[in-house]
């Protein structure tokens, strides 16, 4: 069972990345997969530093380091520094950029339209189902690494951190 678990998996990656491959394609986009990746990293994760958004986007450093820049430009991300520590800084996604993310996967169902428009009920049910059980093991499979509670100079936490079981914030308070 479990090698049919596998070739089944194996093939749910193969279809999936197909799948985006095409939508990508009939979409006409001009942004690369990195990009709208690096955004959904974001969006999910949370403020993260350089080095893990390179990881989580699987790109190198040097390239995260391009990619945040251009996010920037557009302003679909943002760099919040660390106000304890100068050489620190994470990239939070912005609002312009949840707006981007939203349109361009609107504009990526919208291409595979024509693709799936024959479906009957019992398929688009069976997809509905696929969808769930995908969601469930995924949500919460991907968390930033917990980094300890950091106070900015208005006396709120850097966004991305959080106090860790057993100790306090500045306020006193144990988390």
Same mark, same amino acid.
């Given at each position: 069972?479990? $090698?049919?678990?596998? &070739?089944?998996?194996?093939? /749910?990656?193969?279809?999936?990345?197909?799948?985006?491959?095409?939508?990508?394609?009939?979409?006409? =986009?001009?942004?690369?997969?990195?990009?709208?990746?690096?955004? $959904?990293?974001?969006?999910?994760? !949370?403020?993260?530093? /350089?080095?893990?958004?390179?990881?989580?986007?699987?790109?190198?450093?040097?390239?995260?380091?391009?990619? @945040?820049?251009?996010?920037?430009?557009? !302003?679909?991300?943002?760099? /919040? &520094?660390?106000?304890?520590?100068?050489?620190?800084? %994470? #990239?939070?996604?912005?609002?312009? !950029?949840?707006? &981007?993310?939203?349109?361009?996967? %609107?504009?990526?169902?919208?291409?595979?339209?024509?693709?799936?428009?024959?479906?009957?009920?019992?398929?688009?049910?069976? /997809?509905?189902?696929?969808?769930?059980?995908?969601?469930?093991?995924?949500? =919460?499979?991907?968390?930033?690494?917990?980094?300890?509670?950091?106070?900015? &100079? $208005?006396?709120? #936490?850097?966004?991305?951190?959080?106090?860790?079981? !057993?100790? $306090?914030?500045?306020?006193? @308070?144990?988390?």
């Amino acid at each position: 069972m479990s $090698s049919d678990l596998s &070739a089944l998996l194996g093939d /749910l990656i193969t279809v999936n990345n197909r799948l985006t491959r095409v939508a990508a394609h009939a979409a006409h =986009g001009t942004e690369s997969p990195a990009t709208w990746r690096t955004l $959904s990293v974001l969006r999910q994760l !949370g403020p993260i530093r /350089l080095g893990e958004l390179a990881a989580r986007s699987r790109v190198s450093q040097p390239t995260a380091t391009k990619l @945040v820049t251009h996010l920037a430009d557009r !302003g679909w991300a943002e760099r /919040l &520094a660390d106000p304890l520590d100068a050489r620190v800084a %994470s #990239t939070v996604i912005t609002p312009a !950029g949840v707006a &981007a993310l939203d349109a361009w996967r %609107s504009e990526l169902a919208e291409a595979l339209l024509p693709m799936f428009s024959g479906l009957t009920d019992a398929e688009i049910e069976t /997809l509905e189902e696929a969808i769930g059980i995908l969601r469930a093991r995924l949500d =919460g499979s991907e968390t930033p690494a917990v980094r300890p509670a950091v106070q900015t &100079a $208005s006396g709120g #936490t850097l966004p991305g951190t959080r106090a860790l079981p !057993g100790t $306090s914030t500045a306020a006193g @308070v144990s988390a």
